[in-house]
């Protein structure tokens, strides 16, 4: 589908064909997007505007990085906008020229029909330099983000809270799931950063105004990987010490069951002698010689409890809960 705006002096054109926008004697500006084009449209694309062929192979070719390249009679932008259920990154190709900008994207995009209805509504935000549309583009994408961003951080904040009421395996794997998206917005934040940066880096924004304002994306785009970074690390540090309180337990545990084995040593190798099968063993004969050899179990025991007991080993402190 392609949708075109177009401005004269007079009124904002929004039923033209590409055909009838190349002849109109009088446009000032305009602005066609490409949703999910038909092969016609693409070709479209490549025969009826003098772009680079480098630039539209780029542009018709999904999967290529976050970019902004300088052409002779135009410059050429690949952005990332985000798909909130998926946390995949969503491309869309801009061609910027000095009376024109060109977007393309197979994906629906909520910020192009934001943008879009602005325009509509208000033709004259744009005044004269497609640079407008673009910054719009840029901020209402880069707004998206954040709603993602700070579910994330308060997922992570739900689980510090309740670790204690999660096995070690719940635990584990949400906190596996909520890296796995940070990574994922990492993998579009970073490249959006140097993308702004790129922009105001150039000659491209011919006003300071205009710097200004993306200078404000910059700084949004810098607090979003602020606050990422700092759930990374929130993670990071909830992850070691639920893996260091479990270590501590297991400890615990395995102390306590050293401390039995210890104990009951020498009253198995008791037990384990005279339960030899021998013709002949004198102890045997007694009387009150098992009686004894109970006695004499049962007092290792207490002095052995004793001794652990002197020694601190009965204090040995359970690891602290979550």
Same mark, same amino acid.
């Given at each position: 589908?392609?949708?075109?705006?177009?401005?004269?002096?007079?009124?904002?054109?929004?039923? &033209?064909?590409?055909?009838?926008?190349?002849?109109?004697?009088?446009?000032?500006?305009?602005?066609?997007?490409?949703?999910?084009?038909?092969?016609?449209?693409?070709?479209?694309?490549?025969?009826?505007?003098?772009?680079?062929?480098?630039? @539209?192979?780029?542009?018709?070719?999904? +999967?290529?990085?976050? !970019?902004?390249? %300088?052409?002779?009679?135009?410059?050429? &932008?690949?952005?990332?906008? $985000?798909?909130?259920?998926? $946390?995949?990154?969503?491309?869309?190709?801009?061609?910027? +020229?000095?009376?024109?900008?060109?977007?393309?994207?197979?994906?629906?995009?909520?910020?192009?029909?934001?943008?879009?209805?602005?325009?509509?509504?208000?033709? =004259? %935000?744009?005044?004269?330099?497609?640079?407008?549309?673009?910054?719009?583009?840029?901020?209402?994408? @880069?707004?998206?983000?954040?709603?993602? $961003?700070?579910?994330?951080?308060?997922?992570?904040? #739900?689980?510090?809270? *309740?670790?204690? =009421?999660?096995?070690?395996?719940?635990?584990?794997?949400? &906190?596996?799931?909520?890296?796995?998206?940070?990574?994922?917005?990492?993998?579009?934040?970073?490249?959006?950063? #140097? $993308?702004?940066?790129?922009?105001?880096?150039? =000659?491209?924004?011919?006003?300071?105004?205009?710097?200004?304002?993306? =200078?404000?994306?910059?700084?949004?785009?810098?607090?979003?990987?602020? %606050?990422?970074?700092?759930?990374?690390?929130?993670?990071?540090?909830?992850?070691?010490?639920?893996?260091?309180?479990?270590?501590?337990?297991?400890?615990?545990?395995?102390?306590?069951?050293?401390?039995?084995?210890?104990?009951?040593?020498? &009253?198995?190798?008791?037990?384990?002698?005279?339960?030899? *099968?021998?013709?002949?063993?004198?102890?045997?004969?007694? !009387?009150?010689?098992?009686?004894?050899?109970?006695?004499?179990?049962?007092?290792? @025991? +207490?002095?052995?409890?004793?001794?652990?007991?002197?020694?601190?080993?009965?204090?040995?402190?359970? +690891?602290?809960?979550?």
């Amino acid at each position: 589908m392609i949708k075109i705006l177009a401005k004269t002096k007079e009124e904002l054109l929004t039923n &033209l064909t590409i055909d009838e926008l190349q002849a109109h004697p009088s446009i000032d500006w305009y602005w066609i997007d490409f949703y999910n084009p038909t092969e016609q449209e693409q070709k479209a694309l490549e025969e009826k505007f003098d772009f680079h062929p480098l630039a @539209v192979e780029d542009c018709l070719t999904q +999967g290529q990085r976050a !970019k902004f390249e %300088i052409y002779d009679e135009h410059y050429f &932008l690949v952005y990332y906008a $985000l798909h909130k259920e998926e $946390l995949e990154n969503l491309e869309v190709s801009a061609f910027i +020229g000095d009376n024109f900008v060109v977007t393309y994207h197979v994906d629906k995009l909520k910020s192009v029909a934001r943008v879009a209805n602005l325009v509509e509504k208000d033709p =004259n %935000i744009v005044e004269n330099d497609p640079w407008e549309i673009i910054y719009e583009l840029l901020d209402h994408t @880069v707004d998206e983000y954040f709603p993602t $961003l700070y579910q994330l951080e308060d997922q992570i904040d #739900d689980i510090e809270d *309740n670790a204690k =009421n999660e096995t070690m395996d719940e635990l584990m794997r949400n &906190l596996y799931d909520i890296r796995s998206d940070l990574s994922r917005m990492r993998r579009i934040l970073n490249p959006m950063r #140097d $993308l702004i940066y790129r922009i105001m880096s150039t =000659n491209a924004l011919k006003e300071k105004e205009q710097v200004r304002y993306f =200078n404000d994306i910059y700084d949004h785009l810098l607090n979003m990987i602020e %606050i990422m970074n700092a759930s990374r690390d929130l993670s990071n540090d909830i992850r070691e010490s639920f893996m260091s309180i479990n270590s501590d337990r297991m400890n615990s545990i395995m102390f306590t069951l050293t401390l039995m084995s210890a104990i009951f040593l020498p &009253l198995t190798f008791i037990a384990g002698l005279y339960g030899m *099968n021998f013709s002949y063993m004198p102890e045997l004969a007694g !009387k009150y010689n098992y009686f004894i050899v109970l006695g004499i179990m049962i007092g290792l @025991v +207490g002095v052995m409890v004793f001794a652990f007991y002197k020694m601190g080993w009965f204090k040995y402190r359970k +690891g602290p809960k979550l």
